[in-house]
Every structure is written in structure tokens, then in C-alpha cells.
């Protein structure tokens, strides 16, 4: 049987030789964020308002969304100057923090910085890849409930290293209040502009351009439903990194671990918000049960106990099944943002894992040590969209072209193929095209 936990967390317990085990995780798991029709209609009315009226749009939106009362963009835009301000203002012990991240998330992303190939054929042709950094990326940074820091070292320092020429933040300023160390980690993360607006608004600005927000090529960043939903609004026009859902973990255990480690570990994205998933899987019954237990107790001691709790309760799960082998089928069934191996040998699991973000080797290894300062980057598909997709990198901020040169020789022969498979397609103009460069 079932069994759903009779305590206040109401966190589901599932087991997979449960009739119903399928159906249950289907729901579990069900997420898609963008697709109310009210709040695209909205969007869609924002995207045409800032398309039309520009920074006068962006005003008006920012002083009714984020409760200001600003007069023009010069009152939503932050200098060089003002960023090493709020980084030279932090605390030591923030400052030192940050700069140490950010140093390790540049090391990382350093070795991912693929280079320009190309190979000479015997007859002189030579053919190969041209690997170029996009001109100008769009960063997106969340206000409101959260401000994160890591997020803009996550997403601008892979731009930098990529060579990206100019590196464009947006940060939403709710109630007037700016975070300094988000503006520190803008300083130290090489942004060259900070527009503090934010929500649909600030995506259609940086898609179409203002009078003073410039046009990206790429839109890069976590957001709400509505800057997830103009995100898919406006690709086409630019690129984008994902459509991000609610941040999910899914934690793999042995019995090996304490259990208000795994605990906590849950807890760590549940906090996020009250859409996030939280789900742990263990042969282990009586493990199971214990961190249950740890669950309920230490549930009361969390500053964010109502968002973990309805989190918990709507979207998270104890999931009892057989065996590893079980658990090696969830885990690519499930294909998590993170996913957690807290077992003796987790390297021998690599080779089985085909779908996840972020892969946590061992007990010892938080999901919150990559949140914030491991050197992966925690920009990471959600949703089950890590069965095609990967973390945000290096080379999200580059594009590659093509390089032919044909030499006479080279010409001459693959025109001799190209003209059969032109003629075969019934496209005479290429094959004649070919045709020119063929040697008699």
C-alpha cells in the first residue's frame, strides 16, 4: 500500500510495486509554466508597448510592477561606477566570498572555451569550424521574493569567458530596494550596463531594443512565469538558454547518509519556492522513515518553513523502490536539475546515468556547494528537459561557422558529386553552378 505521511509535511510516500505508482509520478511531475493564455495575452500586450514606446513603456511598467515612481530610464540605470561601489561597500567576509566564487566559476568555465579547427585534405581543400563569441548577451537577474548573486556570476562570467563584447544585466528593483551584492557580482562578473527593470518588460527591451537598453543577441537568466513566457515570446529574435521551471532535486540514497543531512538537502530546494520539487529515492524502508522523521522535526527550525512546507506538500516524495537498478531507471525516467548519489560508490553509477543537469558524487557533495561555488554552472533544464538539454556554458555564448575553401582540384571533384545529387533533386542551378569548376 501507499502510504502518505500522517504528519503536518504531508510530503507523499510512494512505493514503485505500487498499482498506482506511474499515474502518481506522472502527476508528481507534470510542470509547464508557460502555457496559461491569460498571462501570455499580457505578455504579449507588454512585448507590443515596449516595442512601440520604447523606454517610456519601461517606465510606466516599472513604476506600476515594482511599486517606484521613476521619471525616466536615467533613474533605472547603473554605471561601472556604481557596481565597484557596492563591491568595495560588502562586508570582508562577503566580499572575499564572492570574489573566491567567482574565481572558481571562471577556472571552470575557462577549460569548456572550445577553440577554432580546420584540416587540409590531400588535394588542398581545407575545411573546418570558425568558433566566435555572440556580440552582445542579455542577463536576467530575479528580484522579489529571492536575490541572487550566484545567478549573475552563472550567467555572465561564462559570457565573459566566451569573449562576449558587452554583457547586459537587468535586475527588477521592487519597493526601490537594490541588492548590493548582486551588484557586487555584476562588478567582479565583467557586466558592462544594469538596467534595474525587470518581468516581461525588461525581456522585450532587451529583444527589440529601447532608446537606452540595447538590443541583445541572447537572452540568458532565470525568471517568474511571465519572464519565462516572453522568453519563448521573443525567441526567434534572439536566442535564449531555456524556458526554466521550479528548481528540482532528486536525491539517490543507500542508507549511508544521515538522514538530516538528506534532510536538508531536500529542504535546499524546496526553500526556493513553492513550486519547487524535492523528491528522495531509497531501497532502504526504515531509511526512509528516518529521514521522514528528520523531515517533520526539523521542518519548524527553517526561516522559509511555509514555502518548504507547501512545497514539500504539493510537489514532493519519499519514493521507496527495489533496488539500485530501480533507482538508475527513476533517475533517467525522472532526468532531474540535480541529482544527488549519496551512496559509497557513486562514481560506478556514471556510466548508467544518461539524464540529469548536475550529478552530486557521494555523501559529502550539497547540492549547495554547486549552487553557489563548486565551478559548474548551476544554470541547469528543468522539467525533464535534461534528456536534451545541458547546463549553461561557455558555449551558450558562442556560435561556429562553417569554413570551406576548395582548391581547383577540390572543386572539380566534389562538383563531379554534388552535380548527380543536384540533377537527382531536379535543381539544375546548382548542378550547373557545380558544373562550372569541374576539370575536363
Request: glycine share 8%.
Amino acid at each position: 500500500m501507499t502510504k502518505t505521511l500522517a504528519s503536518a509535511t504531508g510530503i507523499a510516500r510512494l512505493a514503485t510495486g505500487d498499482a498506482d505508482f506511474d499515474d502518481r509520478l506522472d502527476a508528481l511531475l507534470a510542470w509547464e509554466g508557460v502555457s496559461d493564455a491569460e498571462i501570455q495575452g499580457r505578455v504579449d500586450e507588454i512585448i507590443a508597448e515596449v516595442k512601440a514606446r520604447g523606454d517610456a513603456a519601461l517606465v510606466e511598467y516599472s513604476n506600476r510592477f515594482d511599486r517606484l515612481s521613476v521619471a525616466s530610464m536615467a533613474e533605472l540605470t547603473l554605471g561601472p561606477a556604481r557596481l565597484e561601489q557596492a563591491y568595495r561597500g560588502l562586508p570582508a567576509a562577503q566580499r572575499d566570498a564572492l570574489a573566491a566564487a567567482a574565481e572558481r566559476i571562471r577556472l571552470y568555465h575557462a577549460r569548456q572555451k572550445p577553440e577554432s579547427w580546420h584540416y587540409t585534405e590531400a588535394d588542398g581543400t581545407v575545411l573546418g569550424q570558425q568558433v566566435v563569441p555572440l556580440d552582445r548577451a542579455g542577463i536576467y537577474v530575479p528580484g522579489g521574493k529571492a536575490t541572487y548573486p550566484s545567478s549573475v556570476l552563472m550567467n555572465a562570467i561564462p559570457a565573459h569567458v566566451a569573449g562576449v563584447r558587452e554583457i547586459v544585466m537587468v535586475v527588477p528593483m521592487p519597493d526601490g530596494v537594490l541588492n548590493e551584492l548582486v551588484l557586487a557580482a555584476a562588478h567582479l562578473a565583467g557586466v558592462d550596463h544594469v538596467f534595474t527593470i525587470g518581468g516581461a518588460q525588461a525581456v522585450a527591451a532587451l529583444a527589440h531594443g529601447t532608446e537606452t537598453v540595447p538590443r541583445v543577441d541572447k537572452i540568458v537568466g532565470p525568471g517568474n512565469i511571465y519572464v519565462a513566457t516572453a522568453k519563448r515570446a521573443v525567441f526567434g529574435r534572439v536566442g535564449i538558454d531555456m524556458i526554466a521551471g521550479p528548481s528540482e532535486i532528486l536525491v539517490v540514497s543507500d542508507a549511508g547518509t544521515p538522514a538530516d543531512w538528506l534532510a536538508m538537502d531536500l529542504f535546499s530546494q524546496a526553500e526556493h519556492d513553492e513550486d519547487a520539487q524535492a523528491i528522495l529515492v531509497s531501497w532502504d524502508g526504515a531509511h526512509l522513515d528516518a529521514v521522514e522523521a528528520a523531515i517533520e522535526r526539523l521542518l519548524p527550525t527553517l526561516e522559509r518553513e511555509a514555502i518548504v512546507r507547501e512545497s514539500l506538500a504539493g510537489r514532493g516524495a519519499l519514493i521507496h523502490c527495489h533496488n539500485r537498478a530501480e533507482a538508475v531507471e527513476l533517475i533517467n525516467r525522472i532526468a532531474p536539475e540535480h541529482l544527488e548519489l549519496s551512496v559509497a560508490d557513486p562514481e560506478s553509477w556514471l556510466s548508467e546515468v544518461r539524464h540529469a543537469g548536475a550529478i552530486f558524487m557521494g555523501r559529502y557533495t550539497a547540492e549547495a556547494l554547486g549552487d553557489y561555488c563548486a565551478g559548474p554552472n548551476h544554470v541547469l533544464p528543468t522539467s525533464g528537459t535534461a534528456r536534451f538539454s545541458s547546463p549553461l556554458g561557455v558555449y551558450d555564448f558562442q556560435k561556429r561557422s562553417s569554413i570551406i575553401h576548395c582548391s581547383s582540384r577540390g572543386a572539380s571533384e566534389l562538383g563531379k558529386i554534388a552535380s548527380v545529387l543536384a540533377r537527382g533533386e531536379s535543381l539544375t542551378a546548382h548542378a550547373r553552378s557545380a558544373e562550372y569548376r569541374i576539370k575536363p
